[in-house]
C-alpha cells in the first residue's frame, strides 16, 4: 500500500489537540524527551494526534492510495521495469546474440544512466517551481501524473554538482572546532564518485580509438586486400618487412584490448562499490 505525502499528524491542527508543537527537526535524544514529556502531560491528547490521526487519514485515503498501488505497479513493470537490468538498443542490439559477461557492462551502465537522467533529474525539480521551468518539465515529470520517462541529463547533472557542493557544518552538528568542518560530506563525496562514473561512461568510452585502427591492424589488413583482392583472408607475407609489420600490429591489438578490458573491469568494479548511493 502506497504511504502518505503528508501525515495529519505533522499538522497544526494535530499540534492544537496535542497540546504541544511537534518539532520540526532534532537529534534522537530530543525526540525521545518530546516524546516522553508530550505523553506524560497529555496521554489521551496524545493518542488522537498520533494514532487516532493516523488510523483516519488510513480510512480516509485509502480508494486515492489503492490507485497509487496500481500506478506504481504499471511503472515499475513496463515503464522502469525495476525488476530487471536493461541496456539501451545502441549498446545491446535487441534480437541478436550476446554472451553473459558482455552484458553486465552495458546493462550496469545504462541503468546509471538512467538513474542521473531520470531519477536525479526528477529529484532536482521535484519541489521547486523555478527549476520545473528550467528544464522545460512537463507536466508528467512530477507530482501525482509523474511517469518515471521524462530525461533531463543536464538536471541530472546539476543535481550531483549541488549535492557535491555540501559540507559538514553546524547544520549537520559539526562544530567549527571540530576537523572534519568543512569537508565534504558523505553525500557530497558519493554525487562525485556517481558523476565521474557517469561521464566515462557517456563521454570516454563510446570515444576510446578502435583497438584495431590504433593498433595500425585495419591498415595492414587493408593492404593485404588491395594486394590480394577476395583472397586476402588468410594469406600470410613471406617478406620480412609485411611479417614484421603484422607482428607489431598484432601485439599493439592485443595490449590495447587487455587495457581497455582492465578499464571496464576496474569501472565496474567502482560501480558496484557505489550501489548504496543509487536510490531515489
Keep these: 500500500m502506497a504511504q502518505h505525502t503528508n501525515y495529519w499528524s505533522c499538522t497544526p491542527f494535530a499540534d492544537w489537540i496535542r497540546g504541544t508543537t ?11 524527551e518530546w516524546e516522553t514529556r508530550a505523553k506524560r502531560d497529555y496521554p489521551v ?10 488510523k483516519l487519514q488510513d480510512f480516509v485515503t485509502w ?27 545502441r549498446d545491446l542490439k535487441p534480437g541478436q546474440w550476446c554472451d553473459v559477461g558482455n552484458r ?8 546509471l544512466v538512467d538513474f542521473v537522467e531520470i531519477e536525479q533529474a ?16 512537463p507536466f508528467w515529470a512530477s507530482g501525482w501524473f509523474r511517469w518515471r520517462v521524462w530525461r533531463c541529463p543536464q538536471a541530472g547533472l546539476d543535481h550531483l554538482d549541488w549535492a557535491m557542493t555540501l559540507t559538514l557544518s553546524t547544520d549537520w552538528g559539526v562544530e567549527e572546532t571540530d576537523p572534519n ?26 570515444n576510446r580509438p578502435d583497438p584495431h585502427d590504433a593498433s595500425g591492424w585495419s591498415d595492414y589488413c587493408e593492404m ?52 548504496d548511493s543509487l536510490w531515489t
Design 22 to 32: 511537534k518539532l520540526d527537526a532534532g537529534t534522537s535524544e530530543e525526540w525521545h
Design 45 to 54: 491528547r496524545w493518542w488522537i494526534a498520533e494514532e487516532g490521526l493516523g
Design 63 to 89: 480508494p486515492i492510495r489503492k490507485i497509487y498501488d496500481i500506478k506504481y505497479y504499471i511503472n515499475n513493470r513496463w515503464v522502469s521495469r525495476t525488476h530487471g537490468l536493461t541496456a539501451h538498443p
Design 104 to 111: 553486465f557492462l552495458p546493462c550496469l551502465f545504462n541503468e
Design 122 to 137: 526528477w529529484h532536482h525539480i521535484a519541489w521547486d517551481n523555478e527549476a520545473r521551468k528550467k528544464y522545460a518539465a
Design 181 to 206: 568542518y568543512g569537508k565534504p560530506t558523505g553525500q557530497a563525496l558519493r554525487a562525485k564518485e556517481i558523476k565521474e562514473l557517469y561521464l566515462w561512461w557517456t563521454t570516454v568510452y563510446p
Design 224 to 275: 593485404l586486400r588491395i594486394k590480394y583482392g577476395n583472397r586476402w583472408i588468410g594469406i600470410s607475407e613471406k617478406d620480412a618487412a609485411s611479417r614484421k609489420a603484422s607482428t607489431k600490429a598484432m601485439k599493439l591489438l592485443d595490449k590495447i584490448e587487455k587495457a581497455y578490458e582492465k578499464e571496464d573491469t576496474e569501472m565496474m568494479i567502482r560501480l558496484i562499490k557505489a550501489r
